[in-house]
């Protein structure tokens, strides 16, 4: 593979464990995630810690792919320097179009985020971080899942509810006013894809994180 150099001055985001930037090779627009040094543990240590976290988020990308779930492609894999270079998904988080997107569309997004999220959790993966910031509409309208930094493979249904919960909080933030008829279409298309009786036990279990006050909403 040939050397792939960044588009200048393209940092896209500056997380606590990875620096994501455009990049460019042949041409094609890609995705780096690079996971940085922490200089509070020792060298091997960290190294270790690095490439573990890298090639795990790289099998539940390969998974997710496999189950037919909008998330990047992985181009290349250099645990050697604990990096990701993945398809670049051109478009807008969540976040940015739920206030100008009509509401009959937003419901179609919401029914459609919701059936891709059962098919997730269905193949048993969650995702670990499933907020406005990380699903991407594309310029169809589409809705693609990011970063799966902190994503498992498990069947425990508190990971999922885990998942749902976030959703709930990050719309509850951020557009307070869209929240209810999002999540309406969301558990709707989450129930057509995991089934009433999944859906059901996970709005219990979601009633319950939420009765407990944890995992507050990270943006």
């Not at 499933?130 to 799966?148: H, Y």
Request: glycine share 8%.
């Amino acid at each position: 593979m040939e050397s792939l150099e960044p588009v200048e001055g393209q940092v896209v985001k500056l997380g606590a464990e990875a620096v994501i930037t455009a990049v460019n090779w042949s041409g094609y627009e890609l995705i780096l995630k690079r996971r940085v040094e922490k200089r509070y543990r020792r060298p091997e240590i960290d190294e270790a810690v690095r490439r573990s976290r890298t090639a795990h988020e790289a099998k539940v990308i390969t998974r997710l792919r496999e189950l037919k779930i909008p998330a990047p492609a992985i181009l290349f894999l250099d645990l050697s320097s604990s990096s990701i270079y993945m398809q670049r998904i051109k478009g807008q988080e969540l976040r940015s179009v739920l206030t100008t997107t009509p509401d009959e569309q937003l419901v179609n997004l919401a029914e459609n985020l919701g059936r891709i999220v059962g098919r997730m959790h269905k193949g048993g993966v969650a995702h670990g971080d499933l907020t406005l910031a990380n699903i991407i509409i594309d310029d169809r309208g589409r809705p693609w899942l990011v970063d799966f930094g902190l994503s498992v493979f498990t069947t425990e249904l508190e990971d999922m509810a885990v998942d749902i919960h976030l959703l709930d909080r990050s719309l509850e933030s951020t557009a307070p006013e869209k929240r209810e008829q999002f999540m309406r279409g969301f558990l709707r298309g989450y129930e057509e894809e995991a089934g009433r009786g999944e859906a059901r036990a996970m709005l219990s279990k979601i009633s319950e994180i939420r009765s407990r006050g944890r995992y507050v909403e990270r943006g």
